[in-house]
């Protein structure tokens, strides 16, 4: 169905609103900035209130002149309901503060103020969604937007967090304190924020205020979804449905293969991603009995469980984790966000969907709503979903097991029992802490970056650090917040090494055939991934005065997005941190799709040269 859209008469007074309103919306940003992101006020309070009284008032203006002139003021109406709805609620809820509380009229103008720097905030945000959303229709390739907005978020996320008010104000009393360096770690932190890797110069507890650690929280939540979600759900919620241009955009964002269910696909991230995260934060809450007021205890709980379903790695403790290594909730709780994290949302949808399929409510008399089998034949899953499931419970527990060999017969186990290293480390703990450690560190090296034992050289065996290389090199599943070369491009790619030995030309598996562009996808994708962390391990061996067990631990680290590290990122040279910055960059889009970004347009070639064999080994 075509849905209408509010004609205007393009007045002069319109044109003029419409241009400047968004000069008006970076000005009441900057005013935003200038006053709370500094200790001193530059300027007295009234000048930014003044500036973001008019932003608003000219943005109110505006909305009234496109519905008065407007050919459909009711479709007018509709199409701007969310900047109504903010406007009328910020005047009841005056009223009502006014008429309950008897507020002065002095105290009713702060209150005001206060409204209305939420509206411009709120504003802000719902403006850059919708931006990004509208830059989907200009043609740009989906690889290449998706990197603009990453560049365009993480610029955003340093500029907010170089802030004097988001650092405390002891991290600038030290001597050997500069602003260059300082800008540079506030962007290592917005990349790793962005990138949802974990990796961290400054201590994210001690160093950042509640200003600071909530951008890095908004960070996460937008990198680990990604601003096309975002943009595409603002928009469904404005429009109600998407031009073609963007649900193919999301559609390879999400890499989703059916494009009619796009709306209900981001609709299912947004609500479960949500979901997932408000439950998880109830749950975590009691775990921080070290934290005092209850407001600190439920920022903790919120911060952690968006961290551990973005896969971000990030922890307001200085040892992450390893201080709430047998809390139950670290195991069910944290623990299951970071798997729910890493399958991917198509593999989400499609268990959810085939739920639902298998499982229907009958309301029966005098009983209610019972839940009983569906007759017929209920819906399957994917070849796709099977594929991960599969992959992700193989690397769980085989990983776990090893985990649990090497650190209770290697090298660390005699250094554990002549007491040479604590409790921290796995190999100092009982064997049901042992499996647990194992379990936790099997789920968290191939997308999270937590820990609950200490991860440094002396405390982990060289056979373990190997084998959280590997895994964080695979990582998550495709469409996930994880990194990696993700499960299905090593399951496809081990099933064609099969192939090939029994001298098969094609991959069957589960009574269905995988396109052979499907296989060399996945070598290439290995392959480049092996390029990129050489490149980065190697720059390190360049910049760095590290051994090269720490160096690689710490690209693949980075590439994989995972945010595990033996104790090098805060040693990191300003080389060596743009390298990492890079490389985490690079990870989190995905090295091949960063490829296809920042090169040309593919065209197919007319002509085919003469077939000859030439010898492999």
């Given at each position: 169905m075509i849905r209408t859209r509010p004609v205007s008469s393009g007045s002069r007074v319109g044109k003029w609103l419409?241009?400047?309103?968004?000069?008006?919306?970076?000005?009441a940003g900057v005013s935003l900035a200038l006053e709370f992101g500094f200790r001193e006020r530059l300027l007295a309070p009234v000048w930014f209130e003044c500036v973001q009284l008019f932003a608003v008032a000219i943005y109110a203006a505006w909305r009234v002149e496109s519905v008065w002139s407007a050919s459909n003021r009711?479709?007018?109406?509709?199409?701007?309901?969310?900047?109504?709805f903010l406007l009328v609620a910020a005047a009841v809820f005056l009223v009502v503060w006014y008429e309950v509380w008897s507020t002065p009229v002095l105290k009713l103008s702060a209150i005001y103020v206060a409204a209305i720097q939420g509206i411009l905030v709120i504003r802000l945000v719902i403006g850059a969604a919708r931006l990004n959303l509208l830059l989907s229709q200009t043609g740009v390739?989906?690889?290449?937007?998706?990197?603009?907005?990453?560049?365009?978020?993480?610029?955003l996320g340093t500029c907010l967090l170089s802030l004097p008010r988001a650092t405390r104000v002891d991290l600038s009393q030290p001597v050997g304190f500069s602003v260059p360096r300082h800008v540079l770690n506030c962007a290592f932190t917005a990349t790793s924020a962005t990138c949802v890797t974990g990796l961290a110069v400054y201590d994210t507890g001690r160093d950042f205020t509640l200003f600071g650690q909530a951008v890095l929280l908004v960070l996460m939540q937008a990198g680990g979804l990604g601003i096309m979600i975002f943009g595409s759900a603002f928009g469904l919620l404005v429009q109600r449905q998407l031009s073609l241009r963007q649900s193919l955009v999301v559609q390879d964002t999400i890499s989703h293969r059916t494009l009619g269910d796009i709306r209900t696909m981001v609709v299912f991230i947004v609500v479960f991603t949500f979901v997932a995260e408000a439950v998880g934060a109830c749950m975590s809450y009691p775990m921080w009995v070290g934290v005092e007021s209850w407001w600190e205890r439920a920022f903790y709980s919120v911060f952690h469980s968006v961290s551990a379903f973005c896969n971000a790695g990030f922890a307001l403790q200085g040892d992450s984790l390893v201080g709430y290594q047998r809390a139950w909730q670290v195991y069910g709780c944290i623990m299951p966000l970071i798997v729910f994290g890493g399958l991917g949302f198509p593999v989400l949808y499609d268990v959810t969907r085939r739920a639902k399929?298998?499982?229907?409510?009958?309301?029966?008399?005098?009983?209610?709503?019972?839940?009983?089998?569906?007759?017929?034949?209920s819906m399957r899953l994917s070849l796709h979903t099977k594929l991960v499931l599969i992959s992700s419970a193989v690397l769980v527990v085989v990983p776990a097991m090893l985990f649990v060999l090497f650190e209770s017969f290697g090298p660390t186990a005699a250094a554990a029992s002549s007491r040479q290293i604590g409790a921290e480390a796995m190999a100092g703990s009982s064997l049901g802490g042992r499996v647990l450690d194992g379990l936790f560190l099997a789920v968290t090296c191939r997308t999270a970056g937590f820990n609950t034992v200490a991860m440094d050289v002396e405390s982990l065996?060289?056979?373990?650090?190997?084998?959280?290389?590997?895994?964080?090199?695979?990582?998550?599943?495709?469409?996930?917040?994880?990194?990696?070369?993700?499960?299905?491009?090593?399951?496809?790619?081990a099933l064609g090494v099969w192939a090939l030995l029994r001298g098969r030309e094609r991959v069957d598996v589960m009574g269905r055939?995988?396109?052979?562009?499907?296989?060399?996808?996945?070598?290439?994708?290995?392959?480049v991934m092996f390029g990129l962390t050489g490149s980065v391990t190697l720059a390190l061996l360049f910049t760095?005065?590290?051994?090269?067990?720490?160096?690689?631990?710490?690209?693949?680290?980075?590439?994989?997005?995972?945010?595990?590290?033996?104790?090098?990122?805060?040693d990191l040279t300003v080389p060596g941190r743009v390298v990492i910055m890079a490389a985490m960059f690079a990870g989190r889009l995905g090295p091949l799709s960063l490829l296809i970004a920042l090169g040309g347009r593919t065209s197919r070639l007319r002509y085919d040269y003469p077939v000859e064999h030439v010898g492999i080994g």
């Open positions: 419409s241009t400047a309103v968004p000069a008006c919306a970076v000005a009711v479709a007018a109406i509709k199409d701007c309901w969310i900047d109504w390739h989906p690889a290449r937007l998706v990197v603009l907005t990453f560049v365009a978020l993480i610029f399929s298998a499982f229907s409510g009958r309301r029966t008399r005098g009983v209610g709503v019972t839940f009983e089998p569906k007759r017929g034949r065996s060289g056979a373990s650090r190997f084998l959280a290389c590997v895994l964080m090199f695979i990582g998550g599943s495709p469409a996930s917040t994880a990194g990696g070369v993700k499960t299905i491009g090593v399951t496809i790619l055939t995988i396109p052979n562009m499907l296989v060399w996808r996945a070598g290439v994708l290995v392959i760095e005065q590290a051994p090269i067990r720490e160096v690689l631990f710490e690209a693949v680290s980075a590439c994989g997005t995972v945010g595990l590290s033996t104790g090098l990122t805060p």
